[in-house]
């Protein structure tokens, strides 16, 4: 797939998750396959007025690239000088949000409160544009109603803005993740258009993600909550792409994920905090394993990466799971 100047591998593509797709996550993802990953969306006020925490959240690697920066926010002039700080960390794409729609999101005018205010949303996308010369990306939901008039109506105002491709989550605002994504949403707009268009949402087993190819004609497809604890969901895609069977995760290749997301969170968030976040984070990977129960159970105690290991260990000793070396699979 082709955005502006960037060429990925592959058209899949990992979607932003807050407080998900930290650099540690994405480097799984990347892993086993991913054409494109996302960081998780970030504050443009954070970045320009240097929060700290904001900044650090740019942290990135060779081996992950390419890499999309997601940023949200309202004024255009600071979503600029956001964009311009993304651009200048080293990044190959940055990625504007007009899809959240968390209450403190909408209440400070970003994320999808933007599909209703298209005269802002061009004045932002106008803006990031002049300040940026590396590829620009959006990424929509359906709008506030189910029709898909103002995705529609943004996808187009985007194109006309310089934005070198988008991604379409077709649910509404108001829909949150219940029911079903409406991928002919993603069909429309993808006639209207001439530059790429990555579909999301419902991409739960690698025979969606071609079946969202084939029935809505994108560019890419985007996954995010199946590739939560299965990050091996990449390669299983690819597989299946070539006609080669999606070779599901055996245990040995899951702890051997296991270990690299907390040796990753550790060198990159620090002991204290990495193993904090593992408390939880581990358990995705034991979803359906034998024994898990028992893992999680002793997880949640964690404080140190040895101790962490050596449980790992253990449960995978329980379990008499073999270490792999590659994860692709
Ligand atoms: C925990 C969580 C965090 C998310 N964070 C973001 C985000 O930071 N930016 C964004 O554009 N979408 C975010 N999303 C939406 C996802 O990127 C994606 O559009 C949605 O999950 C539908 O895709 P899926 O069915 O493959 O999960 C988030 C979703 C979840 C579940």
Same mark, same amino acid.
């Given at each position: 797939?082709?955005?502006?100047?960037?060429?990925?591998?592959?058209?899949?593509?990992?979607?932003?998750?807050?407080?998900?797709?930290?650099?540690? $996550?994405?480097?799984?993802?990347?892993?086993?396959?991913?054409?494109?990953?996302?960081?998780?969306?970030?504050?443009?006020?954070?970045?320009?007025?240097?929060?700290?925490?904001?900044?650090?959240?740019?942290?990135?690697?060779?081996?992950?690239?390419?890499?999309?920066?997601?940023?949200?926010?309202?004024?255009?002039?600071?979503?600029?000088?956001?964009?311009?700080?993304?651009?200048?960390?080293?990044?190959?794409?940055?990625?504007?949000?007009?899809?959240?729609?968390?209450?403190?999101?909408?209440?400070?005018?970003?994320?999808?409160?933007? $599909?209703?205010?298209?005269?802002?949303?061009?004045?932002?996308?106008?803006?990031?544009?002049?300040?940026?010369?590396?590829?620009?990306?959006?990424?929509?939901?359906?709008?506030?109603?189910?029709?898909?008039?103002?995705?529609?109506?943004?996808?187009?105002?985007?194109?006309?803005?310089?934005?070198?491709?988008?991604?379409?989550?077709?649910?509404?605002?108001?829909?949150?993740?219940?029911?079903?994504?409406?991928?002919?949403?993603?069909?429309?707009?993808?006639?209207?258009?001439?530059?790429?268009?990555?579909?999301?949402?419902?991409?739960?087993?690698?025979?969606?993600?071609?079946?969202?190819?084939?029935?809505?004609?994108?560019?890419?497809?985007?996954?995010?909550?199946?590739?939560?604890?299965?990050?091996?969901?990449?390669?299983?895609?690819?597989?299946?792409?070539?006609?080669?069977?999606?070779?599901?995760?055996?245990?040995?290749?899951?702890?051997?994920? $296991?270990?690299?997301?907390?040796?990753?969170?550790?060198?990159?968030?620090?002991?204290?905090?990495?193993?904090?976040?593992?408390?939880?984070?581990?358990?995705?990977?034991?979803?359906?394993?034998?024994?898990?129960?028992?893992?999680?159970?002793?997880?949640?105690?964690?404080?140190?990466?040895?101790?962490?290991?050596?449980?790992?260990?253990?449960?995978?000793?329980?379990?008499?799971?073999?270490?792999?070396?590659?994860?692709?699979?």
């Amino acid at each position: 797939m082709r955005i502006g100047s960037v060429e990925t591998d592959n058209f899949t593509v990992l979607a932003p998750l807050a407080g998900i797709t930290n650099l540690p $996550m994405r480097l799984l993802a990347k892993g086993t396959g991913c054409g494109l990953v996302c960081s998780e969306m970030i504050s443009s006020n954070g970045l320009v007025y240097g929060s700290g925490k904001t900044v650090q959240l740019l942290d990135s690697t060779p081996e992950e690239k390419p890499l999309s920066v997601q940023i949200f926010g309202s004024d255009p002039q600071i979503m600029a000088d956001g964009a311009r700080i993304v651009q200048e960390s080293g990044a190959d794409i940055v990625d504007i949000n007009f899809g959240c729609s968390v209450k403190k999101i909408l209440k400070s005018n970003s994320g999808s409160a933007l $599909m209703k205010d298209p005269s802002l949303a061009r004045a932002i996308l106008k803006a990031v544009r002049k300040a940026i010369f590396i590829p620009l990306t959006v990424k929509i939901r359906s709008g506030w109603e189910p029709s898909g008039k103002q995705a529609m109506e943004i996808a187009r105002l985007a194109e006309d803005c310089g934005v070198d491709a988008i991604a379409v989550h077709p649910r509404t605002a108001t829909q949150g993740f219940r029911g079903e994504a409406n991928w002919s949403i993603i069909t429309a707009v993808k006639k209207a258009l001439t530059i790429p268009v990555i579909g999301n949402g419902d991409v739960t087993a690698p025979e969606d993600a071609l079946r969202m190819l084939n029935e809505t004609g994108c560019d890419g497809v985007m996954v995010g909550r199946a590739a939560i604890g299965n990050p091996m969901i990449f390669s299983q895609i690819l597989a299946v792409a070539h006609d080669r069977p999606a070779i599901v995760p055996n245990d040995g290749q899951r702890i051997d994920m $296991m270990l690299r997301y907390l040796h990753d969170s550790v060198s990159y968030l620090g002991e204290q905090t990495a193993c904090h976040m593992m408390r939880s984070r581990l358990c995705w990977f034991v979803k359906g394993m034998r024994n898990a129960g028992q893992f999680r159970n002793a997880i949640r105690f964690i404080s140190s990466e040895k101790e962490a290991e050596e449980l790992i260990q253990q449960y995978a000793d329980s379990i008499s799971a073999k270490p792999v070396t590659s994860m692709s699979g």
